[in-house]
């Protein structure tokens, strides 16, 4: 690098380097910087938070209202090591933040909590204004289209400061040019492998491995299934080309957790082309996912009409329909239409179709099976990441001394309904206040 900025960033040692400007990131800079330390935020991308700005596109929902029991038992397997994390900084403390960056927020029906703009933009255009003006502390410094390519630390025994590599992309030309940094702390916050275009990649899982850091492998969470259909091989075309986009609303959902519990949610998803996503979806996703992985399918079984008994909708089925078909005659006694009786065209034999008992049972508990999770790329989120045990309690590396890292990088994983930013957000609160401990206590 030539320029007088970059060689003066080279030659001297920085006292904490923040990579990845999402929300974990974002969040461990504003505390470390209201601490006093000079904090410099890295991101690949030409400007931080594309994620975030994503999420803010269909409604961002930053966190939810409900018990903090019933909040900390949806991140499933990790819920032991988020609780002191989540109850150090949680959905009061994120509405509490939001708040204070003059951003209004509101409880939804289901208890989820939005900016009451029900965007991201303005809550970010507020955060990095906050962040390169802060009232205490020193500015953040940002440092775009540099993409961490791997760093060195010394022996445990030699606490010197932490190398970084950096591809830096330059406006004036086509090829990265390398620049080596140092800096004191760094915290990495470089989040999971969906949406590669808008920065998060996962491309940091091998070099991390390479310096000993076990990583388990990043999967879909929060995704799409493919669905077997009636003769395995997915939707027929006609329900495809019919039906695909077609929202189902108000269904319920019964599946069997890892822990061999039987869950009902109710709500909604669409079928795609390639079978089916949405929330209803993406709460069941982390158990159905590890179905397949250990089955080769999954299944769950849907109620088209969760608001009748099995009773009542049989009662409905076995009414004599006279001369009218099997469509007018659901529609009219139940009204099940649209996609919902597609469906069940789609999945029941004419057999079923004409059984009234079998016809009923099929209508308040449908087998889906599912044969795989669409690519992580297109995931909400990603399940997998840095091992908790390959961290110390305020997620410092054990085999890198002074790189912590924060965010969805981390091994963890939860259903969408503000989950994901509240838990990504905390521990970055985490990291940073480890980071702070660790430097006082260093001072001489
Ligand atoms: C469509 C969509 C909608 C969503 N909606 C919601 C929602 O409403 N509510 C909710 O709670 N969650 C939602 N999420 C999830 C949420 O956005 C993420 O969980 C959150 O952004 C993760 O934060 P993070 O800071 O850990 O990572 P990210 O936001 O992914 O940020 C990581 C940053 O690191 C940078 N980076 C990566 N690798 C490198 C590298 N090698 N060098 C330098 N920089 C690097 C990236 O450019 C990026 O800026 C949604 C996600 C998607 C895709």
């Known amino acids: 690098m030539t320029s007088q900025y970059t060689s003066l960033l080279a030659s001297s040692t920085l006292d904490v380097a923040i990579v990845g400007g999402g929300p974990a990131g974002l969040m461990a800079a504003e505390l470390l910087s209201n601490w006093g330390h000079a904090v410099h935020v890295f991101d690949a991308m030409p400007s931080v938070g594309r994620k975030f700005l994503l999420a803010g596109r269909g409604g961002l929902n930053l966190t939810h209202s409900e018990p903090a029991d019933l909040f900390l038992g949806r991140y499933g397997a990790h819920r032991l090591q988020l609780t002191p994390v989540l109850q150090a900084w949680g959905a009061p403390e994120l509405q509490a933040w939001a708040h204070g960056l003059g951003i209004d927020t509101f409880v939804g029906t289901s208890g989820r909590i939005f900016p009451k703009e029900m965007k991201a933009a303005p809550l970010l255009r507020a955060w990095l204004h906050r962040l390169r003006h802060p009232l205490t502390g020193q500015p953040v410094q940002f440092h775009m289209r540099h993409k961490l390519t791997g760093l060195s630390v010394g022996s445990p025994a030699q606490t010197g400061p932490i190398s970084l590599s950096f591809d830096v992309q330059s406006l004036s030309s086509e090829h990265a040019q390398n620049l080596k940094l140092s800096a004191k702390s760094v915290i990495l916050a470089l989040g999971g492998a969906s949406w590669a275009r808008l920065g998060s990649d996962g491309a940091w899982v091998p070099w991390l491995q390479s310096l000993g850091v076990q990583v388990n492998p990043l999967q ?131 057999v079923q179709l004409h059984d009234p008992l079998k016809l009923a049972e099929a209508i308040k508990a449908l087998p889906i099976r599912l044969t795989a999770t669409r690519p992580i790329d297109e995931a909400i989120s990603s399940a997998g990441g840095v091992a908790w045990d390959a961290m110390h309690a305020g997620h410092e590396i054990k085999a890198l001394p002074g790189v912590f890292c924060a965010g969805e990088m981390l091994d963890w994983e939860a259903p969408t309904g503000g989950y994901l930013l509240t838990a990504s957000m905390a521990t970055g609160v985490h990291a940073a206040k480890a980071l702070h401990d660790k430097m006082k206590g260093d001072e001489p």
């Open 220 to 350: 879909a969470s929060n995704c799409g299934f493919h669905v077997a259909g009636r003769m395995g091989a997915g939707w027929t075309p006609f329900f495809e080309s019919r039906f695909a986009g077609h929202p189902l609303k108000s269904v319920a959902i019964t599946w069997t957790t890892q822990a061999g519990l039987t869950l009902t949610r109710q709500g909604e998803f669409v079928a795609t082309a390639y079978g089916i996503e949405g929330s209803l979806i993406y709460t069941a996703s982390a158990d159905l996912r590890e179905q397949i992985k250990s089955l080769g399918y999954a299944e769950f079984k849907l109620d088209l009409l969760p608001d009748r008994s099995l009773m009542q909708v049989s009662k409905e089925v076995s009414h004599p329909r006279g001369t009218r078909s099997l469509s007018s005659h659901l529609k009219s006694r139940l009204g099940l239409e649209g996609v919902k009786m597609a469906l069940l065209n789609e999945l029941l034999t004419p």
